[in-house]
């Protein structure tokens, strides 16, 4: 990466001093959001998942690459610390962006993927956690969120791989995706750098017996872990 491109890429995670600030970054970053599979097969997954501690202001960020055809875990990373920007409806990715960036600098294997626990498109400005972190990095990234996003969404039947898409307006911008029988679908929205259609069919194959996919349910497990540890 060339050094201006690289001075770029940290201007947009930096972070900003109000939530106006904040809102304009968004609305400015948005553009740069790439929908398109870059021909390449997913075979390394990374999932990524901030564990906040009730007690206090620690947070710990944890990225665990998983191989997608056996889902065996290549690499684990944790950073610890204290989000610096409140929590604000629309702007989480600015109170999580800093430590998961800090974890992901701790991995020495690159996935060919991210996929973050909350929203990429089905955001209020089209630019959720998942985008954010995926032009920040200039990778590709995907958005699985367990709550539905505010826009509205008809529930898929009940089968496993049954999908509706969620629109803004006449724009496709994700898809409540069922992954279990009558179980509680899951909501997948591009990041960055690929369509739909692929993650929805990843997030279907990476998830073959629990709600989530599997690399969530460990990022998520390893740092429920690692605060339940340090209560201790």
Excluded at 30 to 43: I, K, L, P, R, Y
Excluded at 68 to 95: H, I, T
Aim: net charge negative.
């Amino acid at each position: 990466m060339k050094a201006d491109e690289m001075s770029n890429r940290l201007r947009y995670a930096r972070l900003p001093k109000n939530e106006a600030e904040a809102v304009a970054l968004q609305a400015e970053l948005a553009g740069c959001v790439v929908v398109a599979d870059n021909g390449h097969e997913f075979e390394t997954v990374a999932g990524l998942d901030i564990a906040y501690d009730k007690d206090s202001d620690e947070a710990i960020a944890t990225a665990v690459v998983m191989r997608r055809r056996d889902f065996e875990v290549l690499e684990r990373s944790v950073a610890r610390g204290r989000s610096e920007f409140p929590y604000v409806p629309g702007l989480l990715a600015f109170r999580e962006l800093p430590l998961l960036l800090e974890a992901i600098g701790g991995l020495k294997i690159l996935p060919d993927v991210f996929v973050c626990d909350g929203y990429g498109l089905t955001h209020p400005r089209r630019f959720g956690l998942a985008c954010h972190l995926g032009v920040v990095l200039d990778m590709p990234a995907i958005g699985v969120a367990k709550n539905p996003p505010h826009l509205p969404v008809t529930e898929p039947r009940s089968s496993r791989g049954e999908w509706t898409a969620i629109k803004a307006g006449e724009e496709v911008v994700g898809c409540a995706l069922r992954t279990r029988d009558d179980v509680k679908p899951i909501y997948v929205s591009v990041g960055h750098r690929c369509t739909l259609d692929t993650a929805r069919n990843l997030m279907l194959d990476m998830a073959p017996e629990f709600r989530l996919p599997e690399p969530i349910r460990a990022a998520d497990r390893l740092g429920r872990e690692l605060l339940a540890e340090s209560r201790k």
